[in-house]
């Protein structure tokens, strides 16, 4: 792409979301640990003070989607209060590299969190001993991960929060026995013998494309982001590699969770929310101190961008106290 053309790329608003007044926006560029160009969204306040170094905060897509959904509002929204911030889009997704497409790689999306803090704590305006972190479904649980081993991130929130690791060992709400396990994992190594020899690759599709009266609660609700105007966007298929979910089996995000600690952690997750127990074992094995919110009367996908259910107040207070 020639460099006025990705300028103008950068000037278009592709959102699913209200361009803020009150924010200017910059679309960025950096490689991570591990090679990946990663593609992201900076926001900024109008209103700085531009003669100091600002608190900023990282943010994470849920799994399956693009910064130009949630990360994004969650992101526009913090940086209206004050905060410079960054949604990006995790390797082999989005607008970010890393080939084959649509893998979903535990190690990858972990260390792209890292990556997002080197490349916020190197901007002029930003101060990097000041540097927080919002996660939100599936990402909430790769932010942790992070956090553990990365003491730049000063303060970590989750949102709707998701563990893909046990997502994909137990099923959602702990379906999964122990054969249906085993049988995943020799299709799974099936799959991989077929790909390995010339075969079509297989996608697992995380949101249906078409549901109907029988069709289960969660997946209606799903439906109504990303099959509608609501939250649908052209590079959030949901789809990822069905041999992916090997790695993701092999991925438990808590595993440090206790090595965040002095470092604050907010657990935030819907009353309603089928995802509510994910946020509420983390909280039972991190270390103080830590928070667990819970939204009344919101599911799980309702803080994906429902400005009436989304505690944004909560959120300022909690990075306004820890990146001070």
Known sequence: MSRAAFAADSLAWDKTFPQSNKVNHEKVSFNNRLGINLVGDLYIPKSIDRSKKSPAIVVGHPFGGVKEQTSGLYAQQMAERGFITLAFDASYNGESGGQPRSIASPEAFVEDF??????????PLVDRNRIGVIG???????????AAIDPRMKAVATVSM??????????????????????????????????????????????PEAINADS??????????????????????TAMSRTSDAALMNFFPFAQIEA?????????????????????????????????????????????DRLN??????????????LK
């Open 216 to 237: 289960p609660a969660v997946a209606r609700e799903f439906y109504d982001y990303y099959r509608t105007p609501r939250g649908h966007h052209p590079r959030s298929t």
């Open 162 to 207: 998701y563990d893909m690791g046990r997502d994909r060992r137990e099923g959602l709400g702990n379906t999964m026995t122990k054969e249906d396990r085993i049988k995943a994992l020799e299709e799974i190594a099936d799959q991989r013998w077929k790909e390995f020899e010339g075969g079509q690759k297989k996608y697992v599709i995380g949101t």
């Open 136 to 146: 939100v479904c599936g990402s909430g649980g790769f932010a942790l991960s992070a």
């Open 309 to 322: 259910y989304i505690p944004f107040d909560k959120l300022t207070s909690f990075f306004t106290e820890n």
């Open 260 to 304: 965040i600690s002095p470092r604050p952690i907010l657990f935030i997750a819907g009353e309603k929310a089928n995802s509510r127990y994910f946020s509420e074992d983390a909280y039972k094995q991190a270390a103080k101190p830590k928070e667990l919110y819970i939204v009344p009367g919101a599911g799980h996908v309702d803080l994906y």
């Open 114 to 123: 890292s990556a997002a803090v080197d490349f916020l704590g190197t901007r």
